[in-house]
């Protein structure tokens, strides 16, 4: 089934600004917005924000994430290296009746 | 704390069942669905249904339609994941999820292993 779409790879310097994107249709990121997971190699998904822009407690405030349209984006301030992780995007898409992932974004802090 | 522990991984051949476990703590187990999310080696995260704890409602992506079953056992606060017919493209983690809204906590995985 037909999925969100994320780059591969994204690096950016310590201390420095990434900005990873997401993009769906009218049907799943435009429709109920998206929700952004933070994974490190060998842990379980962990939930960063949801439906845009909402927070789950003891989520660093460096995060913050948005959508303009059928794209989705989460922005990192001051990049650590523990940001360093696969990070994906999910959304509930009304069309398939199905949860739909982006292939993740690997984002290296160099 | 809200917690989901999942059953040890397990090794199967071709054509076998697996049922994986979620054991479910810290919250009211039967007020929350359960999804069920799966990654395959070095790949990203694939749905594949939910179950309604209170209800014993499912919901099932396409793709697994008739090769799945999701239950949930209010006593034990315990939800199950059963997958048949397994392929050697089965090999994965299976993640069981809890859903307040959003997919806010993940289960520790259980990875199974289809091999002949």
């Known amino acids: 089934q037909a999925g969100l779409t994320q780059p591969p790879s994204v690096s950016k310097d310590l201390r420095q600004t990434a900005t990873l994107t997401c993009t769906g249709n009218n049907n799943n990121v435009g429709d109920q917005g998206a929700a952004w997971l933070q994974q490190h190699q060998g842990h379980p998904p962990k939930l960063l924000s949801y439906r845009n822009n909402n927070r789950p407690s003891g989520i660093s405030e460096r995060l913050s994430a948005s959508r303009s349209g059928n794209t989705a984006s989460l922005t990192i301030t001051g990049l650590q290296p523990e940001d360093e992780a696969d990070y994906y995007c999910?959304?509930?898409?009304?069309?398939?009746?199905?949860?739909?992932f982006g292939g993740g974004t690997k984002l290296t802090v160099l | 704390q809200v917690q989901l522990v999942q059953s040890g991984a397990e090794v199967k051949k071709p054509g076998a069942s697996v049922k994986v476990s979620c054991k479910a703590s810290g919250y009211t187990f039967s007020g929350y669905k359960k999804h069920w999310v799966r990654q395959a080696p070095g790949q990203g995260l694939e749905w594949m249904g939910w179950v309604n704890p209170n209800s014993g409602g499912t919901h099932y992506a396409q793709k697994f339609q008739g090769r799945v079953t999701m239950t949930g056992d209010t006593s034990i606060s315990t939800a199950y994941m059963e997958l048949y017919s397994l392929r050697t493209d089965d090999t994965a983690v299976y993640y069981c999820v809890r859903d307040s809204g959003s997919f806010d906590c993940w289960g520790q995985g259980t990875l199974v292993t289809v091999s002949s």
């Open positions: 999910s959304a509930w898409d009304s069309s398939l009746s199905a949860w739909v």
